[in-house]
């Protein structure tokens, strides 16, 4: 780390925002990078050269001004960084009255510096970590080794283990990753990484010691806008099955789409089975069924809809409808009579439920 114009600047706003001092920051060449007095800024301070060349604490009085060029009275402090002197800071006034409280102005300086050295860190990390995961998700696939050993790197973590990916995805998320960082923290829970992607989503891996996933995703849900959805992959072993993980999340919103914010992989197995199916097959078959379902009232969609998701139960489709079951018996000889599948033949209702749950 470097004493420049712009960090002087930095650490000299930290500190006057306190206390009222005329405070000087010096660079390894005795130059005044940063000072609360504009006047002196890059004169070159022989006091602080001397500093530099002792290491030592350097007090001038009005006894010993004038054995040095371009400075006033006060106390000048090494700035120690690692061990190492990256500068001077210098407090102008009354030695007497000021060594204390420039003792304090350079230790105000040093922890300054180590914020802003972690701050680097974290900041070069997520950059790092923000390639490294563009690189996972490439559509062309990985070479795992490779970016294990990357991960390894930056993080000091081995990803051999299961991991289940979390996606969030809406307008204006990006600013959330402190927010969900800090409901990590709260939660006592340590995810692999917390990552804005592309423009709409923040992208969270999860180990499979993580077991209230529930709690977690209603905690989100409270966080997210209301045009913000929830997609919650299954666990998957290494950074290949983080890629699979974020594709079943993202298959699980996709096919959820205007039916529920938070969505699990899990309960859209069937549709994501029926979407491996080859286009021109599916097709083939499906369409005069299609054809004949786009036809129906809104009425007799949404019947069936809800037929298929109460697991067939007359009871329940009727509850939910608020109807009587005659009534909905009525209406499945309807649906049967329009599109010539029998929804009291297994083979004619897992036909219907394949052409209803396709999604283009």
């Known amino acids: 780390m470097k004493i420049t114009n712009e ?3 930095k650490i000299i706003q930290a500190i006057v925002s306190y206390v009222a001092l005329e405070i000087n920051i010096i660079d390894l060449q005795g130059k005044i990078v940063s000072s609360t007095d504009k006047e002196r800024m890059n004169t070159k301070h022989a006091g ?4 530099i060349r002792t290491k030592d604490v350097l007090t001038i009085t009005k006894d010993n001004i004038g054995n040095y060029i371009g400075v006033k009275e006060g106390v000048n402090m090494p700035i120690v960084h690692k061990n190492k002197i990256l500068g001077v800071v210098g407090v102008s006034g009354n030695p007497e009255s000021l060594y204390k409280m420039s003792g304090l102005v350079k230790a105000t300086v040093e922890l300054v510096l180590d914020q802003i050295d972690s701050q680097q860190k974290l900041y070069e990390q997520d950059r790092k970590l923000h390639y490294w995961l563009q690189q996972l998700l490439h559509p062309k696939g990985i070479e795992e080794q490779s970016l294990s050993m990357e991960l390894q790197n930056i993080l000091m973590i081995n990803p051999n283990a299961k991991w ?5 995805t809406g307008e204006t998320l990006q600013e959330k990753v402190t927010e969900i960082n800090s409901l990590f923290k709260r939660l006592e829970v340590e995810p692999l990484f917390v990552l804005a992607y592309i423009t709409e989503e923040i992208i969270i891996a999860l180990e499979e010691n993580v077991m209230d996933i529930d709690v977690i995703t209603k905690e989100l849900l409270k966080m997210i806008n209301e045009d913000s959805r929830i997609g ?3 666990l998957y072993k290494g950074l290949n099955g983080i890629r699979e993980s ?3 999340a993202k298959r699980a919103l996709y096919l959820s789409e205007g039916l529920e914010v938070v969505t699990f992989s899990r309960d859209w197995k069937l549709s994501q089975l029926i979407h491996s199916i080859d286009h021109a097959t599916f097709h083939k078959i499906c369409t005069p069924y299609e054809e004949k379902f786009a036809l129906l009232d809104e009425e007799y969609k949404k019947t069936m809809e809800l037929y298929f998701s109460s697991n067939l139960s007359i009871k329940d ?3 939910k409808l ?3 079951r005659n009534t909905l018996n009525y209406r499945l000889n309807q649906i049967t009579k329009k599109t010539g599948l029998d929804f009291r033949n297994f083979y004619d209702v897992m036909m219907a439920a394949i052409v209803s749950l396709y999604k283009k």
């Open 322 to 324: 608020h109807i009587h």
């Open 317 to 319: 489709t009727a509850n």
């Open 164 to 168: 289940r990916v979390i996606i969030l």
């Open 48 to 51: 602080a050269i001397e500093v």
């Open 232 to 234: 919650v992959g299954e």
């Open 246 to 248: 974020y594709h079943e």
């Open 7 to 9: 960090l002087g600047d």
